[in-house]
């Protein structure tokens, strides 16, 4: 193994799981086309994998053997590296919250940032642009019912937003009452009409 490669290693023990690594963040240990190649070659040695183009991630070694990161790692540290604004699926949450009892077959995340895809080996985690109403109340159950109401559609919306009304505590209902305003008109009106308590 090459001094840079081994550098690089030793640079990558250093970040957490599922840390995103990329070339342009390793310039400190040699020119960019050296670097591209350490990483082409870690990669075709199992060292690396390759997420996306110019990004990689250090695989997980344990007793058991060498796996990818796991998927909720990678996003939380694509989320705090990006400043993106990452939250699960309409249909994730849908499931959550026991709208339907399909369980998504793709990991599927909605995103402030562009889409993209991120191999983790086998697995494939799609990230979608999605519109900013789509990730209010980010990390708040009352955001994971508009997800969920976005996913089903505005013909069953009003429907499914009464069942699921019913599980929510009152300062939950108040928050997703407080987002009507970003909503669009279809969804806005029922969440407007909930009744808090």
Do not use: C
């Not at 070694?61 to 939380?76: H, T």
């Not at 026991?98 to 793709?106: C, I």
């Not at 505590?169 to 009507?180: F, M, N």
Request: hydrophobic letters at 40%; zero cysteines; aromatic letters at 4%.
């Amino acid at each position: 193994m090459t001094p840079l490669s081994s550098q690089i290693l030793e640079f990558t023990k250093e970040l957490p799981e599922g840390a995103p690594i990329a070339a342009k963040a390793l310039l400190h240990l040699g020119k960019r086309a050296a670097v591209d190649q350490a990483l082409s070659r870690l990669t075709e040695r199992g060292k690396l994998l390759r997420a996306r183009r110019g990004v990689y991630l250090r695989p997980v070694e344990s007793r058991f053997g060498v796996r990818a990161p796991s998927v909720e790692k990678v996003v939380e540290e694509t989320k705090v590296r990006s400043g993106e604004t990452i939250v699960s699926s309409g249909a994730a949450a849908a499931n959550r919250l026991g709208l339907t009892t399909q369980v998504p077959v793709r990991q599927v995340y909605l995103t402030s940032g562009p889409s993209r895809e991120l191999h983790l080996g086998k697995q494939i985690v799609e990230l979608k642009h999605a519109p900013g109403w789509q990730l209010a109340l980010a990390n708040r159950r009352a955001g994971e019912v508009v997800r969920a109401l976005a996913w089903i559609g505005p013909k069953t919306a009003r429907q499914a937003l009464r069942s699921v009304s019913q599980k929510l505590t009152p300062v939950e209902v108040s928050e997703l009452k407080s987002a009507a305003f970003s909503l669009p008109t279809w969804l806005a009106k029922p969440v407007s009409e909930l009744r808090v308590g």
